[in-house]
């Protein structure tokens, strides 16, 4: 064990020059050897002890002489890093608790591990719509072939025909076109289904039982996989008199320094991790859309009248939106005089969902670096 003599007057204070590292102890006012707390080793205060001499009591607690030198000595911090504390890292929910004589000063997260956000399923209703009655009603003078025979008349309904009962291009009987009967089919241009955009919803399959705050503070975010940092410093309650000596870190505990930034480590403090003070939740879940509605149908029934008043009918055939435009023989040279129409059936169609996806991610700030004693 290494001594260091120090020579004053009677009666001055003692000269304690001791640094982390040095043998525990000194001399006292009346040149009695004493061991001191807060540097060296456990061991070397213990030897100290060993030799006889008594704790120093400017530097010890009462039980120093059971329980040996107060915690650990660290290196001289180097300059603009704070320090040393004691840092546990591993899962957030399980950290520890600041040793007893500490206070926490900095928590801090590697990474939340936050995943995707949770976002809610899209859906798609009935997209509202109509059926437009046919308009385009023409007579050949063949019966129906393929292709089709020229148009020889026109039959057409007004525009925008709400299917009730009309005069329009009446054809009487007989009529000639290019000398022959105008009327010996019909054919008849299928209804429009007009549909808008299908109502976009949403809806939660399976809600989480414990949802990921969306915002809030990053104290809110840790999950199970999350990877957090503890730092305790010295309450200022523990007999430690010097900067550069921390408590006695339990097993969970390394003794570090640290300081704000990505930065490298000092010499001698090489177990090195990078943790953040701040983050900001950026996920989103991307706005439920429908695509254009596909698969919609509608069905009507026509009805050709001889007479002007349709009671004397035809013809009532059915015509989908789906189908091409149907033709209908009809005996030579009749009159057309009236007809009308009403819808049978609308089969809505069929939206795609879109969306709901999560976007964006965790954005975290303010980096602090923690480098520990190996």
Request: include cysteine.
């Amino acid at each position: 064990m290494r001594l260091w003599p120090f020579f004053f007057l009677a009666g001055a204070l003692p000269v304690v020059a001791l640094a982390c590292g040095d043998v525990g102890w000194s001399e006292d006012a009346n040149y009695k050897a004493v061991c001191v707390c807060g540097v060296g080793t456990p061991e070397e205060f213990a030897e100290c002890l060993a030799e006889g001499w008594p704790p120093d009591p400017e530097t010890c607690p009462a039980d120093a002489g059971t329980v040996g030198c107060p915690g650990v000595c660290a290196p001289e911090k180097p300059a603009g890093w704070e320090g040393p504390v004691l840092v546990a890292t591993g899962p957030a929910i399980s950290l520890p608790a600041c040793p007893k004589g500490t206070e926490e000063v900095v928590w801090a997260l590697a990474d939340p591990q936050l995943g995707p956000r949770d976002c809610p399923i899209c859906t798609c209703g009935e997209p509202p719509g109509s059926c437009e009655f046919p308009t385009s009603w023409n007579t050949h003078a063949a019966v129906c072939q393929t292709p089709p025979a020229p148009a020889s008349a026109s039959f057409d309904a007004p525009a925008n025909w709400d299917g009730t009962c009309t005069t329009a291009n009446a054809i009487s009987e007989g009529k000639l076109c290019g000398g022959v009967p105008c009327v010996r089919s019909l054919s008849v241009a299928p209804p429009v289904l007009v549909e808008g955009d299908c109502p976009a919803a949403t809806e939660w399959e399976d809600p989480p039982d414990t949802s990921i705050p969306y915002g809030g503070t990053i104290n809110e975010w840790p999950t199970i996989d999350s990877v957090a940092a503890l730092a305790c410093a010295n309450d200022g309650k523990t007999s430690c008199k010097y900067a550069s000596c921390s408590p006695e870190p339990p097993s969970s505990f390394d003794v570090c320094v640290y300081a704000a930034g990505d930065v490298e480590c000092p010499e001698r403090w090489a177990k090195r991790a990078v943790f953040f003070e701040e983050g900001t939740d950026k996920r989103e879940c991307s706005a439920c859309t429908c695509s254009p509605p596909t698969g919609g149908s509608c069905t009507v029934q026509i009805h050709v009248f001889t007479d002007s008043a349709c009671t004397n009918e035809q013809l009532s055939p059915y015509v989908s939106s789906d189908m091409p435009a149907p033709c209908y023989d009809l005996m030579e040279g009749i009159s057309l005089g009236s007809k009308r129409a009403e819808v049978i059936d609308r089969v809505p169609g069929v939206c795609m969902p879109q969306g709901g996806e999560s976007t964006g991610e965790v954005e975290m700030k303010k980096p602090i670096t923690f480098c520990c004693l190996a």
